[in-house]
């Protein structure tokens, strides 16, 4: 099954190192990161779920649940776990899926054959509260995740949900951002940017970040 984006993230039932986890229920009104790592004991996926716990104040902070997934047993997950909190120097205070059935594995598509038969890709699914997929990532078992980048599509997503703008080049928190072309009305747009605005071309107008 390929899931595209603007997809409703398909509901499951899997064990985890929390419990069973009834997703959409465990999702509630929160965002979602969700995860695939190749397998456990492995040292890329080591850190990036430490580096996952570590932000838990980010992901908090923006309404994000976090959550992992690999093919191997609940019982191996609790024996990486310790490994993980050892070595990168915070708790482990997230879900990790046990999918040795590969029953979620394979409704997310996060094996891919010509990559490995056996193990998950490093999948990354951003789901808004809506269970809307609003981003999908795909990297190589090789290179690990770019967690900043994942924290900042998040707040380009929830900045662009509630203004008329889209976020441009390398644009982070902070930043100016793109009025939508769509947008002409000049009282409204004086009315939504009162800060004003930079024309550089008609289509092209940067405003401070309407939220800050």
């Known amino acids: 099954m390929?899931?595209?984006?603007?997809d409703t993230a398909p509901d499951f039932t899997q064990d985890s190192t929390q419990g069973p986890i009834h997703f959409h229920g465990w999702a509630g009104d929160h965002w979602v990161v969700f995860f695939?790592?190749?397998?456990d004991f492995t040292p890329v996926c080591t850190t990036e779920l430490g580096r996952t716990a570590a932000l838990s104040g980010e992901f908090a902070r923006r309404h994000v649940k976090?959550?992992?997934?690999?093919?191997?047993?609940?019982?191996?997950?609790a024996k990486?776990?310790?490994?993980?909190e050892d070595t990168q120097g915070t708790?482990?205070?997230?879900?990790?899926?046990?999918?040795?059935?590969r029953t979620v594995a394979t409704l997310y598509d996060m094996i891919h054959p010509n990559a490995s038969a056996t193990a998950t890709v490093r999948s990354v699914f951003i789901i808004d509260p809506k269970k809307v997929i609003r981003t999908t990532f795909t990297y190589p078992a090789s290179t690990g995740r770019n967690f900043d980048e994942i924290l900042r599509v998040i707040d380009s997503l929830q900045l662009t949900d509630g203004y008329k703008?889209?976020?441009p080049v390398d644009w982070k928190d902070g930043d100016e951002v793109v009025i939508l072309p769509s947008l002409q009305d000049p009282a409204e747009i004086a009315q939504r940017f009162p800060k004003g605005f930079r024309a550089?071309?008609?289509?092209?107008?940067?405003?401070?970040?309407?939220?800050?």
């Open 2 to 6: 390929t899931l595209r984006l603007g």
């Open 36 to 39: 695939s790592h190749p397998a």
């Open 66 to 77: 976090a959550i992992a997934l690999s093919v191997d047993p609940l019982e191996s997950h």
């Open 80 to 84: 990486w776990v310790p490994d993980i």
């Open 91 to 101: 708790a482990v205070n997230f879900p990790i899926l046990a999918d040795a059935d």
């Open 165 to 167: 703008v889209a976020t």
């Open 200 to 212: 550089l071309r008609p289509y092209l107008r940067l405003t401070p970040q309407p939220n800050r």
